[in-house]
T-cell receptor, first 113, second 113 residues
Framework: NAGVTQTPKFQVLKTGQSMTLQCAQD?????MYWYRQDPGMGLRLIYY???????DKGEVPNGYNVSRLNKREFSLRLESAAPSQTSVYFC????????????FGQGTRLTVV | DQQVKQNSPSLSVQEGRISILNCDYT??????FLWYKKYPAEGPTFLIS?????DKNEDGRFTVFLNKSAKHLSLHIVPSQPGDSAVYFC????????????FGKGITLSVRP
């Protein structure tokens, strides 16, 4: 049982390049999330998907797009990377029944130069 | 405006003693609170939670206390062990928000052998 799997684990991009961060969960969870963690800032929600077929903006959505491909997969796309998007990105999933804890992937460390 | 505040960035305690990690919140709509633990290069993992209808929840060495009138919660670890050294995030969510969590900035706990 892998839980939440993120790929890649590390990535270096040049300013203006695009890339997609992949996330998959095998816990049959309805809700999925993308967070970013910056030094001294804690985790901030970028986008979330309460259920398959729905996505909503979080606290810091600018510069990102998401796709809930199916119940298992939720991808995050950077269309034109900027140095301000250098961060560690975490995908998470949770059951949609009430307030249950979210399970996190191991993170993607992205550097934009 | 930071809705979940962990004002102390770090805490150092001796092995075997009590660790007390504090968290304050400003949003009156929050009614479910969680603590996550994070080791370097790993994703956060759920530690313990508490609903606003309770003032205490205990799980082994970990106890979370909630003071709703003061909008304050604390995590007690007794006894502290070197393996507890990690970053601890406080998180909160309103009821029915599908676990859309708002995180604090985190506290780095160091437990000295």
């Amino acid at each position: 049982n892998a839980g939440v799997t993120q790929t890649p684990k590390f990535q270096v991009l040049k300013t203006g390049q695009s890339m997609t961060l992949q996330c998959a969960q095998d816990m049959n969870h309805n809700s999925m999330y993308w967070y970013r963690q910056d030094p001294g800032m804690g985790l901030r929600l970028i986008y979330y998907s309460a259920s398959e077929g729905t996505t909503d903006k979080g606290e810091v959505p600018n510069g990102y797009n998401v796709s809930r491909l199916n119940k298992r997969e939720f991808s995050l796309r950077l269309e034109s990377a900027a140095p301000s998007q250098t961060s560690v990105y975490f995908c998470a999933s949770s059951e949609a029944r009430g307030n249950t804890e979210a399970f996190f992937g191991q993170g993607t460390r992205l550097t934009v130069v | 405006d930071q809705q979940v505040k962990q004002n102390s960035p770090s805490l150092s305690v001796q092995e075997g003693r009590i660790s007390i990690l504090n968290c304050d919140y400003t949003n009156s709509m929050f009614d479910y609170f969680l603590w996550y633990k994070k080791y370097p290069a790993e994703g956060p993992t759920f530690l313990i939670s508490i609903s606003s209808i309770k003032d205490k929840n205990e799980d082994g060495r970990f106890t979370v206390f909630l003071n709703k009138s003061a909008k304050h919660l604390s995590l007690h670890i007794v006894p502290s062990q070197p393996g507890d050294s990690a970053v601890y995030f406080c998180a909160a969510t309103p009821y029915g928000a599908n676990s859309k969590l708002t995180f604090g900035k985190g506290i780095t706990l160091s437990v000295r052998p």
